[in-house]
């Protein structure tokens, strides 16, 4: 019995030994240790997200004094400015549940183009009409398949593949089996990886959209400019933008929007309302200021565009068109 005992109280030691070992050697492991493989610092820098343009490097901090000797920092890419991703969002702003025709609230209200979405997978309502022209501005991944979807009541849908690449201007016509009087339909838009198996959504950015004889003959906004490139509320910085109509336009809005790229798909949230134009004649330039705030007068970090959307709203001209701006404005 001793014997036993004594053997047990031996193997307890010995295993004491080594687990108290074990936690001195993880108490002597740097940080760095945490991105990589147990025992080797990580050579490889940890993925990360960068902003849709405009990378910017961060200054360095100069190394903490300890009593242990540390490891010289790895080299690696310079940081990049980080924006995490935004929570889902309903696809478009409700629509008052009294409303008897939802065509009055494309008259008064434009096309209903999201609060929130991803570049890579959206929709906007507006009106269609058969052998309309339609214009689509954008660029995307050249591995990439890209499809324009025009879903419309008692008519088969329209499925349009777009080519991938860099920036773009895409002319369609719209078939003449959507009649020749303009009714509500859907335009969606999604950008899926080529891979065989299960696909997943790639880099797309829209900056322009339209429909209609004036959203055509390049799109019936251009000449966007947003600046300058920073602006600090704080400060009382304004950022200033502008627009040019090719076309006549019963009404024209502008909003704004917070964009961030994550795992390669631009995502983009509405955060104030700018000027609303009325009557606007063709080959005007129109533009405002904007002081980087919300709505609700708080500022909004981060960078952002601008979108212009116009659109007529007599019995027979339905035109629509949406562009958004390529120069984005950092709100600090």
């Keep these: 019995m001793r014997k036993t005992l004594y053997k047990s109280t031996q193997t307890l030691f010995f295993v004491m030994l080594i687990v108290a070992t074990w936690v001195a050697t993880i108490l002597r492991f740097p940080s760095s240790v945490v991105a990589g493989q147990a025992g080797q610092p990580s050579t490889q820098a940890p993925k990360t997200t960068g902003a849709v343009i405009n990378r910017q490097q961060t200054p360095q901090q100069p190394p903490k004094t300890t009593d242990r000797q540390q490891p010289p920092p790895q080299p690696g890419p310079p940081p990049v400015v980080v924006i995490l991703p935004m929570p889902t969002f309903d696809p478009f702003p409700p629509m008052p549940v009294s409303t ?90 999604r950008a899926l990886s080529t891979n065989v198996g299960e696909v997943g959504p790639v880099y797309f950015r829209i900056y322009g959209l339209g429909a209609g004889p004036r959203a055509v003959g390049s799109v019936g906004i251009d000449r966007l400019s947003f600046r300058p490139g920073t602006i600090r509320p704080s400060q009382r910085g304004e950022a200033v933008y502008s627009f040019h109509v090719r076309n006549d336009f019963d009404k024209v809005r502008v909003e704004f929007y917070k964009v961030g790229r994550v795992n390669d798909q631009v995502l983009a949230k509405k955060v104030g309302t700018g000027k609303t134009w009325e009557q606007l004649r063709r080959d005007r330039t129109e533009g405002d200021r904007w002081d980087g705030k919300t709505d609700k007068d708080k500022p909004t970090q981060g960078q952002h565009q601008f979108c212009a959307r116009a659109w007529m709203k007599s019995s027979n001209d339905k035109d629509w068109v949406i562009a958004c701006s390529g120069e984005l404005v950092r709100v600090e």
Excluded: C, H
């Design 100 to 189: 008897p025709n939802p065509a009055k609230v494309l008259d008064k209200e434009g096309p209903r183009f999201p609060d929130g979405y991803s570049m890579s997978s959206f929709s906007v309502q507006g009106f269609v009409k058969g052998n309309w022209p339609m214009v689509v501005d954008y660029e995307s991944s050249p591995q990439s398949i890209t499809l324009l979807t025009i879903v419309a009541d008692g008519v088969e849908p329209v499925f349009y593949r777009l080519q991938g690449g860099a920036r773009q201007e895409v002319r369609l016509t719209i078939p003449g089996r959507f009649g020749d009087r303009p009714q509500i339909a859907l335009y969606t838009v």
